[in-house]
């Protein structure tokens, strides 16, 4: 049993002995039992005229009735008993007997005992003057003062100890409005008192159809003092609703919100214990329920609500008293309401409010008005999140469009380049430049060797010169493309893992993360460059964002296209290459051809002479070529010269340049190279040649071929390209006249 079940019925125990005791003092006697019924109708007749009271029950005039009983009866607990018995059949009439509860009780012996008091003070002082003086009528005043004092009292007491609230100002207000009350009727009363003391019935009725008169007048006051207060109060609830309306951006996951919504709520629909279920959306890491009266312990009373929200016909606030009533949060309750936080797209949660019963049962408009309200919250919340998710879609929108805008940039940049080197170099920067790195590092994977060879960077400049080269071997970074730290087409291992190898791609730089999502300057992150083969080509490493944090799904998307643009990008270069290749080179012997040197010649030789720097060039012929084609056949001499090519490529540094000139006739470019050096060079290839040994099929005795070199050289023998030429040319058919297989 709840607290004010238990209070309600102790004082009921307690005024009900002692209104007994006064019937045991009094007995049961009285002077005109006629005037029994006449006097119980009369207590009915005036609760029914009573004046309510808003939030403090009402105001009647059953003293009217009381003081001219008692003169009748001559039984001051007889006629309390009366009043006690014509309040309770004035509520069963009003409320019909399945109405009553235990707060009707205490209402009915509450009257009973205050009643009984007051006519007690009156019978004992009234002795004591002259009946119907100036004295009598000041002590009938006293006696109806104190009788509703001692009302007053009674009722303040059963709401102390049920824990009921009160306004200590409308206490005032409406004490005062009682006293007030009581001064205007004793006139009345005393001329109803005088005329019942006498017994004439007409005085008596006269008297009394005055005071019914003003009790009417008085109860058509307070109706429109009533109807005044349900406007103040209509307009109070417009401007709650106005106000959810325009400022409803609260959010139903604070719960500061919350409890202040449902402080506004709860003064407009009191209740006496409510709970609040928010549900995602609204509250984004899960359900949760807030309360102002504390949230109730009992089994699972979340997925119990949560349940109520999924039924289908729970679109509307439900209603429910008594009989099919399950209470979830009081175990006395006897009204219950449910109303969904809901749109007509999104529910959000679920409010639950009880009341006792010793409360009177929520209304239809109570429900309806919680309804409006919570439905407002909720669509100022669908807004809220509406916009939210707006922003996201856009920023969404925003970043692909960057990112879309990146991968063009740097797909822009991979068409300007031809060349390999052009190529990774264009796609460092523009991953660095693009995607928010502080360094990029690419290393290409040869495959006969097992190494990395680092080959373009962007953002290490400084350290490029030292880190180049360090040729990691193939296995300490095949370790790192383990299935374990695989993420898309990317590789990510984290610090944590502990798998920083003595030649980890990329240097440290010294910088202590916080957050779980902050990049650790032992953080790596690959991504292989991989054909169509699934062959591994190289790796793209990028070291520190510039954001500082682990890369988005986004960034390593944008890294696996690029990755894969890369890719095509090397392939299309080689192709190229290998076209241009063919272009310049002779398919026999695999030298530049005629074309070529005429051209690179035409070009260096000008830069040469601009810078001042010498340079010569070598004419070389077989000697008697025609006689080893003649005896041994075209293949044979094939076989020669490819052999002889490949000797003078071996003989010459990078930056020289060899050429097959036409037939068994060769030239080679000597940058950097005096007239007496670019001789030395010849004398040295014929000297080569003369004893490089030919085997050929059916012979037992290799073949042995010799050459001439003819030698002209800038500037000493000219200062145009053309004439250098045709020094050198000169030079060669005088070692063939001299004897051939010398140099001049």
């Given at each position: 049993?709840?607290?004010?079940?238990?209070?309600?019925?102790?004082?009921?125990?307690?005024?009900?002995?002692?209104?007994?005791?006064?019937?045991?003092?009094?007995?049961?006697?009285?002077?005109?039992?006629?005037?029994?019924?006449?006097?119980?109708?009369?207590?009915?007749?005036?609760?029914?005229?009573?004046?309510?009271?808003?939030?403090?029950?009402?105001?009647?005039?059953?003293?009217?009735?009381?003081?001219?009983?008692?003169?009748?009866?001559?039984?001051?607990?007889?006629?309390?008993?009366?009043?006690?018995?014509?309040?309770?059949?004035?509520?069963?009439?009003?409320?019909?007997?399945?109405?009553?509860?235990?707060?009707?009780?205490?209402?009915?012996?509450?009257?009973?005992?205050?009643?009984?008091?007051?006519?007690?003070?009156?019978?004992?002082?009234?002795?004591?003057?002259?009946?119907?003086?100036?004295?009598?009528?000041?002590?009938?005043?006293?006696?109806?003062?104190?009788?509703?004092?001692?009302?007053?009292?009674?009722?303040?007491?059963?709401?102390?100890?049920?824990?009921?609230?009160?306004?200590?100002?409308?206490?005032?207000?409406?004490?005062?409005?009682?006293?007030?009350?009581?001064?205007?009727?004793?006139?009345?009363?005393?001329?109803?008192?005088?005329?019942?003391?006498?017994?004439?019935?007409?005085?008596?009725?006269?008297?009394?159809?005055?005071?019914?008169?003003?009790?009417?007048?008085?109860?058509?006051?307070?109706?429109?003092?009533?109807?005044?207060?349900?406007?103040?109060?209509?307009?109070?609830?417009?401007?709650?609703?106005?106000?959810?309306?325009?400022?409803?951006?609260?959010?139903?996951?604070?719960?500061?919100?919350?409890?202040?919504?449902?402080?506004?709520?709860?003064?407009?629909?009191?209740?006496?214990?409510?709970?609040?279920?928010?549900?995602?959306?609204?509250?984004?890491?899960?359900?949760?329920?807030?309360?102002?009266?504390?949230?109730?312990?009992?089994?699972?009373?979340?997925?119990?609500?949560?349940?109520?929200?999924?039924?289908?016909?729970?679109?509307?606030?439900?209603?429910?008293?008594?009989?099919?009533?399950?209470?979830?949060?009081?175990?006395?309750?006897?009204?219950?309401?449910?109303?969904?936080?809901?749109?007509?797209?999104?529910?959000?949660?679920?409010?639950?409010?009880?009341?006792?019963?010793?409360?009177?049962?929520?209304?239809?408009?109570?429900?309806?008005?919680?309804?409006?309200?919570?439905?407002?919250?909720?669509?100022?919340?669908?807004?809220?999140?509406?916009?939210?998710?707006?922003?996201?879609?856009?920023?969404?929108?925003?970043?692909?469009?960057?990112?879309?805008?990146?991968?063009?940039?740097?797909?822009?940049?991979?068409?300007?380049?031809?060349?390999?080197?052009?190529?990774?170099?264009?796609?460092?920067?523009?991953?660095?430049?693009?995607?928010?790195?502080?360094?990029?590092?690419?290393?290409?994977?040869?495959?006969?060797?097992?190494?990395?060879?680092?080959?373009?960077?962007?953002?290490?400049?400084?350290?490029?010169?030292?880190?180049?080269?360090?040729?990691?071997?193939?296995?300490?970074?095949?370790?790192?493309?383990?299935?374990?730290?695989?993420?898309?087409?990317?590789?990510?291992?984290?610090?944590?893992?502990?798998?920083?190898?003595?030649?980890?791609?990329?240097?440290?730089?010294?910088?202590?993360?916080?957050?779980?999502?902050?990049?650790?300057?032992?953080?790596?992150?690959?991504?292989?460059l991989r054909d169509q083969d699934n062959r591994l080509l190289g790796i793209i490493s990028v070291d520190e964002p510039q954001d500082g944090k682990v890369p988005s799904g986004e960034t390593l998307r944008a890294l696996e296209i690029l990755a894969?643009?890369?890719?095509y990008a090397l392939e299309s270069a080689q192709i190229h290459a290998q076209i241009k290749r063919q272009a310049v080179l002779d398919s026999l012997t695999g030298l530049y051809n005629h074309g070529y040197f005429q051209e690179t010649f035409a070009?260096?030789?000008?830069?040469?002479?601009?810078?001042?720097?010498?340079?010569?060039?070598?004419?070389?012929?077989?000697?008697?070529?025609?006689?080893?084609?003649?005896?041994?056949?075209?293949?044979?001499?094939?076989?020669?010269?490819?052999?002889?090519?490949?000797?003078?490529?071996?003989?010459?540094?990078?930056?020289?340049?060899?050429?097959?000139?036409?037939?068994?006739?060769?030239?080679?470019?000597?940058?950097?190279?005096?007239?007496?050096?670019?001789?030395?060079?010849?004398?040295?290839?014929?000297?080569?040649?003369?004893?490089?040994?030919?085997?050929?099929?059916?012979?037992?005795?290799?073949?042995?071929?010799?050459?001439?070199?003819?030698?002209?050289?800038?500037?000493?023998?000219?200062?145009?390209?053309?004439?250098?030429?045709?020094?050198?040319?000169?030079?060669?058919?005088?070692?063939?006249?001299?004897?051939?297989?010398?140099?001049?």
């Open positions: 049993m709840r607290r004010a079940s238990r209070a309600y019925l102790a004082l009921l125990l307690l005024f009900s002995g002692g209104v007994c005791l006064l019937l045991w003092h009094f007995g049961f006697q009285v002077r005109n039992p006629w005037a029994l019924p006449f006097v119980l109708a009369f207590f009915f007749v005036a609760y029914q005229f009573d004046v309510p009271i808003p939030g403090l029950g009402s105001m009647n005039a059953d003293h009217v009735i009381a003081f001219p009983a008692v003169v009748i009866l001559q039984n001051p607990a007889v006629a309390g008993i009366l009043g006690g018995i014509g309040l309770l059949a004035s509520r069963a009439y009003r409320h019909g007997p399945r109405g009553l509860r235990l707060v009707h009780a205490w209402g009915t012996v509450m009257a009973a005992a205050s009643l009984s008091l007051g006519c007690w003070l009156y019978t004992a002082l009234a002795p004591l003057v002259v009946p119907e003086g100036w004295a009598w009528l000041a002590i009938l005043l006293l006696a109806m003062a104190a009788t509703s004092t001692f009302n007053w009292g009674l009722y303040l007491l059963g709401r102390a100890l049920t824990g009921s609230s009160t306004n200590p100002e409308r206490v005032r207000k409406n004490f005062l409005q009682n006293q007030l009350w009581v001064l205007v009727s004793s006139p009345f009363v005393g001329l109803v008192a005088g005329a019942a003391a006498q017994f004439r019935p007409l005085y008596l009725f006269l008297s009394s159809l005055t005071l019914l008169l003003v009790i009417w007048s008085l109860r058509l006051n307070a109706g429109l003092e009533a109807k005044h207060e349900a406007l103040i109060g209509a307009a109070r609830r417009q401007e709650f609703l106005q106000q959810l309306t325009m400022g409803a951006t609260g959010n139903l996951g604070d719960e500061a919100f919350v409890k202040s919504l449902l402080v506004g709520l709860r003064e407009f629909v009191p209740w006496e214990r409510a709970v609040m279920l928010v549900l995602p959306p609204a509250k984004p890491d899960g359900p949760a329920m807030y309360s102002l009266e504390g949230i109730p312990v009992g089994p699972d009373l979340q997925n119990g609500l949560m349940g109520y929200l999924e039924d289908p016909v729970l679109r509307e606030p439900r209603r429910t008293d008594r009989q099919s009533l399950q209470p979830l949060l009081l175990p006395d309750a006897s009204s219950q309401l449910l109303v969904p936080v809901l749109t007509s797209e999104l529910a959000l949660g679920l409010l639950v409010a009880e009341r006792g019963a010793q409360s009177d049962p929520f209304r239809e408009e109570e429900a309806q008005f919680l309804s409006l309200s919570l439905h407002q919250v909720a669509q100022g919340m669908q807004d809220q999140l509406l916009k939210t998710q707006l922003m996201k879609t856009n920023r969404r929108l925003v970043l692909q469009t960057e990112f879309l805008t990146r991968i063009l940039q740097i797909s822009n940049l991979l068409r300007v380049h031809l060349d390999v080197q052009g190529i990774l170099d264009s796609v460092a920067k523009g991953i660095r430049e693009s995607l928010g790195f502080r360094s990029v590092l690419i290393s290409l994977y040869h495959e006969d060797r097992r190494i990395f060879e680092r080959v373009a960077q962007a953002g290490l400049d400084d350290l490029w010169e030292e880190i180049r080269t360090v040729t990691p071997p193939a296995e300490d970074i095949m370790e790192y493309l383990s299935e374990r730290y695989r993420l898309g087409a990317c590789y990510f291992v984290s610090h944590t893992e502990g798998k920083l190898s003595p030649y980890d791609i990329l240097p440290s730089h010294a910088r202590v993360s916080t957050q779980p999502d902050d990049w650790h300057p032992e953080d790596l992150l690959l991504v292989p894969n643009q890369t890719v070009v260096k030789s000008k830069e040469y002479a601009a810078a001042g720097i010498p340079y010569s060039v070598l004419m070389l012929d077989l000697d008697d070529f025609k006689q080893i084609n003649d005896t041994f056949g075209h293949l044979t001499g094939d076989a020669v010269l490819r052999s002889v090519a490949g000797l003078l490529s071996s003989s010459i540094r990078s930056e020289d340049v060899a050429a097959r000139y036409g037939g068994e006739e060769f030239a080679i470019l000597l940058p950097h190279r005096t007239a007496e050096q670019a001789r030395a060079v010849a004398d040295r290839i014929r000297s080569r040649v003369e004893s490089l040994p030919l085997s050929v099929e059916g012979l037992s005795a290799p073949v042995r071929v010799t050459l001439s070199v003819g030698v002209a050289s800038f500037p000493d023998d000219g200062k145009d390209h053309h004439l250098i030429l045709e020094r050198a040319d000169v030079a060669l058919y005088a070692a063939k006249r001299q004897g051939k297989n010398r140099v001049c």
